[in-house]
């Protein structure tokens, strides 16, 4: 069964700063794509960035990069020069490369950012 | 990029009563959809795997009898809440895509749901 963790809660950050949201996985099928979404107290789940099992380099969409480190399972996010409009909740998702499956997400990061 | 649409954002209900959500692409074919359930400040749970013409497929411990999901065309899928109690409220989310190799999963915006 695939699982995703991320251990951290909450995480606090001053605008302009870099952060890191942690993100393991667990799956032994070789074929997976890693997501990451934002959702703010709105509700709608907005995608940032996504990754490929078979990816070489990591994949990187303006001041999100995600780091990717296969051996260890992990997919942490990393947000750079953080605002006040990035203070949402992120959640890390993965899904197998098969027809018809489904997102599987993490319990998600609660970030605050302050000025 | 392709666009989910659900309705309602919001309903409140009484008990007893049931209602219905409905997920939309707008501009894709989803031959697969999905229901997650959502509660304050916690993770998006799968509920159910909805596919174009066949039955769902429900997650365990997910009553179908209770979470009715019709997916009738290749654009549209539907959640009815049925005899809805209080504790069925919650926020329901949908998604789609068009393929397991798409690099992007769409979301509708969610409807929260309340029931009084």
């Known amino acids: 069964a695939q699982k995703i963790t991320q251990t951290q809660p909450g995480m606090f950050v001053q605008e302009k700063e870099a952060v890191t949201l942690d993100c393991t996985y667990d799956?032994?099928?070789?074929?997976?794509?890693l997501f990451w979404y934002k959702q703010p107290s709105s509700g709608e789940m907005i995608f940032l960035i996504y990754q490929g099992s078979y990816d070489q380099q990591n994949a990187t969409e303006g001041r999100y990069s995600l780091n990717f480190q296969k051996a260890r399972k992990s997919a942490n996010l990393v947000i750079s020069a953080s605002q006040l409009g990035d203070s949402a909740m992120y959640f890390c998702a993965m899904r197998l490369n098969q027809a018809g499956t489904a997102l599987i997400f993490g319990k998600g990061t609660t970030l605050s950012v302050s000025s | 990029g392709a666009v989910v649409s659900q309705h309602p954002s919001r309903v409140i209900c009484k008990s007893g009563t049931s209602v219905k959500i409905e997920c939309r692409s707008l501009?894709?074919?989803?031959?697969?959809m999905f229901w997650y359930r959502q509660f304050p400040k916690k993770s998006l749970m799968l509920m159910a795997t909805s596919n174009e013409g066949s039955k769902a497929t429900y997650e365990q411990g997910v009553e179908k009898d209770k979470f009715l999901i019709n997916h009738a065309s290749l654009t549209l899928s539907t959640l009815t809440v049925t005899s809805a109690h209080p504790e069925d409220s919650s926020f329901y989310i949908c998604?789609?895509?068009?393929?397991?190799?798409?690099?992007?999963?769409?979301f509708g915006q969610g409807t929260r749901l309340t029931v009084v």
């Open positions: 799956t032994s099928d070789p074929s997976y794509g």
């Open positions: 998604s789609a895509g068009t393929g397991p190799l798409n690099t992007e999963a769409f």
């Open positions: 501009d894709f074919q989803a031959t697969t």
